[in-house]
């Protein structure tokens, strides 16, 4: 199978400081040598800590910022070749929603602009048929079309980040890149917005790159997992094999340390101790010898390779074959109680029935708005 | 439980007078009481009132925009009824409280030594000498490298989980009886997150304090917490100890809460969804607040507001039609 994009060795070191004479001084290795592929139609999730250089990746692969090396391909065309009208072609393959809803819509816009823009821009449909058009990409992610002549501070936050997709959706891409989607929404909201990204994709065959720190909803969404650790990438897997049998001890400490919402609970916990080290002076040999507890001194000096086995499970550790086991990291069961199992079942059928694919629209404006 | 509870809150009720005449009920007769050494989680979404009901413990709203009613027991006080003076006495001593946000709760222009000796100095008094000393063993309870060297530093030196720590030194320095914590960790990674939170659990067993810990991540509550009380639109729905909580919920609110956690134990298509907005506050409905959104709603919902009541003992819930199990057997 050809894969949709092909990442191979990509590296961005942003200057930290210069010198009186503008030399640069010190570098921040925000992305190191990140490889990976993403098949069509298919979701890889990038976890890691607070810069550990997930993001950067997202707007490298895009071609917001430009790497400093390595090759991103899309269905084998070299992005890194394309000129200026070429680019702006690929970017109707390729889009991203971003984090905060409240930041990435322009004020001054109403919705049915917003959403007009890309058609315009890209010249997808004739100047006559685009309310129309708008009106069905409002459809599509589960908002009323009279909602198209609002303005973004009328909606609250899982309804903006709603409209945030639609934008994505309107150029009709192959890629979405989704850099922390859910995170700044209200669990309620964010099961929601979880819920409709997994229907577009069977429906419209997307592929995702999903940013998250959110290890559970990683897990809810994901086919394969790449787990970053300052710039570089420690692991990756199909997502069933990471989370049920973490081989790197810095996926293990980073799964192992998910609150699980089940009491009596039973898991080793590994709880790392010290803090992530900064990009801007990252330790020498592996990255993560400072916190790691199964250290040598290989470790201090040596970079481990990301080396994969026959399934494509890959990890970058010289201890991989002389690790323990990793025990039960994650809980096996669902962690529900049978009765508790069935009151979740009875409720989702409920609000189901109610309306499946959206929100109440009877009340849209947030009561902190009305003024 | 204990037979006289640390702190008993009665009828707590939280209006904030806007524009125009418009009241907002913030927090609806809320009752909590929180037993000597126990951690009780205060759980629920944006908007639902529990950071407006710790503020009210510590009294820290202003008195100008927000009406506060009802009463707060604590050591003796009336915490509603007492003089400023006697609450600034009780307030960083008795009772402390750490905030979400430790980059902004910190003074950036002062060494975050000179941050916790002030506390020190106000309600213990003594020499600085002694004072400092207590700030940098505190720093050291708190697991800070190097404490005698970090206490000279100011707070952008540090990173988020450090700030995180030295708050939390700040509000131990007078061994206080009850510590608030207001998402103490949302700020933080997961990793961090796991150093706090065991941390908070070490100095509750070394201490014996009471803890009130605010949070909208119902996996928090299950590590931490002896009992929970889930709010919703300014009212409690919901307390149960937390094994109670988490094997047979009472309220469909909670369930709909516990569903619509990606699981990592399973993987499901769909998460469940509470469909619908939270009411407006500034004019409550008059039946049960959850009801629109309720797929268990029936016509006597709507009619009269539900009373929080037992189920079990120890396990009330706001639910007119609790107990759930019987809708689904």
Do not use: W
């Not at chain 1, 925000?30 to 810069?51: H, M, P, Q, R, Y």
């Not at chain 1, 970053?228 to 692991?235: A, F, T």
């Not at chain 2, 030194?169 to 150093?195: K, N």
Request: hydrophobic share 45%.
């Amino acid at each position: 199978m050809t894969a949709l994009l092909e990442v191979e060795g990509l590296v961005k070191h942003f200057v930290a400081a210069r010198s009186v004479f503008g030399r640069p001084t010190a570098y921040v290795k925000a992305v190191d040598g990140v490889s990976f592929t993403v098949e069509a139609g298919k979701t890889l999730a990038l976890v890691g800590e607070s810069g550990c250089g997930k993001s950067t990746v997202s707007r490298l692969v895009l071609r917001l910022i430009e790497p400093d090396a390595g090759i991103v391909r899309f269905e084998g065309r070299d992005l890194g070749t394309l000129g200026a009208n070429r680019l702006r072609a690929f970017r109707r393959e390729a889009q991203i929603i971003f984090q905060d809803p409240y930041a990435s819509l322009n004020p001054r816009m109403t919705v049915s602009q917003i959403l007009t823009e890309p058609l315009a821009l890209h010249d997808l449909v004739p100047a006559a048929r685009r309310r129309e058009r708008v009106e069905e990409l409002l459809r599509l992610v589960g908002l009323e079309p009279r909602f198209a002549r609002r303005y973004p501070h009328e909606f609250s936050g899982g309804q903006r980040q709603r409209i945030a997709i639609a934008r994505a959706l309107a150029v009709e891409p192959k890629l979405i890149i989704c850099d922390e989607p859910v995170s700044a929404l209200d669990v309620s909201i964010r099961s929601q917005i979880l819920n409709l990204l997994h229907d577009l994709q069977n429906r419209l065959g997307l592929a995702y790159i999903f940013v998250s720190h959110d290890l559970a909803v990683v897990k809810h969404i994901a086919d394969r997992v790449a787990v970053m650790n300052l710039g570089g990438i420690v692991e990756i897997g199909d997502a069933e094999a990471l989370f049920a049998e973490p081989r790197h001890p810095y996926s293990r400490a980073l799964l192992s340390a998910i609150p699980v919402p089940k009491p009596e609970a039973k898991r080793s916990r590994i709880v790392l101790e010290g803090e992530m080290p900064s990009a801007l002076n990252p330790p020498s040999g592996c990255r993560f010898h400072t916190r790691c507890p199964y250290v040598i001194a290989r470790c201090r000096t040596e970079i481990p390779l990301l080396l994969a086995d026959g399934r494509r499970h890959a990890t970058a550790c010289h201890r991989i074959a002389e690790l323990p086991a990793p025990g039960a990291i994650v809980p096996a069961d669902g962690g529900f109680s049978p009765v508790l199992e069935q009151l979740v079942a009875a409720f989702s059928d409920g609000t189901e029935a109610a309306g499946r694919a959206g929100v109440d629209m009877s009340d849209t404006r947030p009561p902190a708005v009305r003024s | 439980m204990t037979a006289s509870p640390l702190i008993e809150i009665e009828g707590l009720r939280v209006l904030f007078h806007g524009h125009a005449g418009r009241t907002t009920h913030a927090v609806d007769s809320v009752d909590l009481s929180v037993a000597n050494g126990a951690t009780l989680g205060l759980v629920g979404e944006s908007g639902c009132g529990k950071s407006v009901t710790s503020l009210a413990i510590m009294g820290l709203l202003s008195k100008r925009s927000a009406e506060v009613s009802g009463s707060i027991r604590f050591d003796g006080f009336d915490l509603l009824d007492v003089p400023d003076d006697t609450l600034r006495d009780l307030r960083g001593n008795r009772l402390a409280m750490i905030f979400q946000e430790p980059m902004t709760s910190l003074n950036p222009s002062f060494t975050i030594g000179d941050q916790i000796i002030e506390t020190i100095l106000r309600h213990r008094g003594g020499t600085r000498r002694q004072a400092r000393e207590r700030a940098i063993e505190l720093l050291r309870r708190v697991h800070i490298p190097s404490p005698d060297k970090r206490i000279d530093e100011y707070p952008h030196k540090l990173s988020g989980g450090m700030r995180q720590r030295v708050m939390i030194a700040m509000a131990l320095a007078c061994d206080p009886r009850l510590l608030i914590a207001d998402e103490p960790t949302t700020a933080l990674d997961v990793t961090l997150q796991a150093q706090i939170l065991d941390l908070m659990r070490e100095l509750k067993a070394a201490s014996g304090a009471a803890i009130i810990l605010i949070t909208h991540d119902l996996g928090v509550v299950a590590e931490v917490c002896d009992e929970v009380a889930v709010m919703y639109a300014g009212e409690i729905v919901e307390r149960a100890p937390v094994d109670e909580l988490f094997a047979s919920p009472q309220h469909p609110y909670t369930v709909g809460l516990l569903g619509s956690i990606p699981r990592l134990g399973r993987r499901t298509a769909h998460l469940a969804t509470i469909e619908g907005m939270v009411p407006n506050m500034a004019n409550p409905p008059a039946g049960c607040r959850f009801a629109a959104r309720c797929p268990f709603m029936i016509e006597a919902c709507i009619a009269a507001p539900p009373p929080l009541a037992t189920v079990s003992p120890g396990h009330a819930s706001r639910c007119i039609r609790a107990p759930l199990e019987k809708l689904v057997s």
